[in-house]
């Protein structure tokens, strides 16, 4: 036994000292050492960040950074509220719960199909801004203010449009404005704060009037199989069991993403 307890007390010894040498050596001769001799392979390129600037042009360009930062954070709600896209997406969320489907379509599928109809819808607005507004900037014939402003007309004239006057009017009164014929000849004179929210109750109106009558035929079926339930003595059973099969049958039938897409557009026809 005391044999065997020396050798292990000597191979920890021995596992100490060789540890103790290694810290050692490694201390002494740090291995970057050595890779200072080796022959140089490329690298990634360094970045420097600085705070602080030595003149206006340095707080200018600061400025401008924080205005782009603060213009993309503020793009989802442009998209939002300046384009077709809160009519598309609040008639879809209706066609599903018509349905009484929770998860089917998923949302991404929804948004995805509302994002592509609305970039379809937008298209001619979009291409109008670019060529009036974005185009000339990027050429430096215009200024910055100029390219908003001529970027702001054909977005004006696209809400002016589907804005319902009753809207307009009640933002425009709490300015003490009035809508007045010039306004409704030329939109592009309408600020553009008083327009935004009244293009977003028109939308979310004729949104939820599409809406109801979606919901109806699904309804008609919901009421038929309710009563048939209740008549034949079965309401333990969930009606919903029974009218969700038959409502995605009517709906398949009548190719009702079809119509639903085709409402939807026909209404920004005009």
């Known amino acids: 036994m005391k044999l065997e307890w020396g050798r292990r007390l000597w191979f920890v010894g021995v596992a100490c000292v060789a540890l103790c ?8 001769h740090p291995p970057w050492v050595y890779a200072q001799t080796t022959p140089s392979v490329p690298s990634i390129p360094g970045v420097s960040v600085s705070v602080g600037g030595s003149g206006p042009a340095s707080v200018a360009n600061t400025v401008k950074i924080v205005l782009l930062l603060t213009a993309l954070t503020l793009a989802p709600a442009s998209l939002i509220l300046m384009t077709c896209f809160t009519r598309v997406i609040v008639v879809l969320s209706f066609v599903r719960n018509a349905l009484s489907l929770q998860t089917s379509p998923p949302n991404q599928v929804l948004v995805g199909l509302a994002l592509f109809i609305t970039l379809f819808v937008m298209q001619p607005t979009l291409q109008q801004a670019n060529v009036q507004a974005l185009q000339p900037y990027l050429k430096g014939q215009i200024s910055q203010t100029v390219a908003i ?6 977005f004006k004239v696209f809400m002016a449009k589907q804005t319902r006057s009753q809207d307009l009017e009640l933002f425009l009164a709490y300015r003490h404005e009035t ?16 327009l935004v929210p009244a293009f977003t109750l028109s939308e979310l109106q004729t949104a939820f009037q599409i809406g109801f009558m979606i919901y109806l035929p699904f309804l008609v079926i919901d009421l038929v199989v309710s009563t048939t339930l209740m008549s034949m003595g079965m309401m333990m059973l ?3 069991m029974i009218s969700l099969p038959f409502k995605v049958l009517l709906f398949v039938m009548v190719n009702g993403w079809y119509l639903v897409v085709k409402s939807l557009l026909a209404g920004y026809a005009g």
């Open 149 to 154: 402003e001529r970027a702001e007309d054909p």
């Open 179 to 194: 809508l007045t014929p010039e306004m409704e000849r030329h939109p592009e004179r309408i600020a553009m704060s008083a």
């Open 238 to 240: 969930p009606p919903v």
């Open 21 to 28: 040498v290694g810290i050692l050596g490694f201390v002494l």
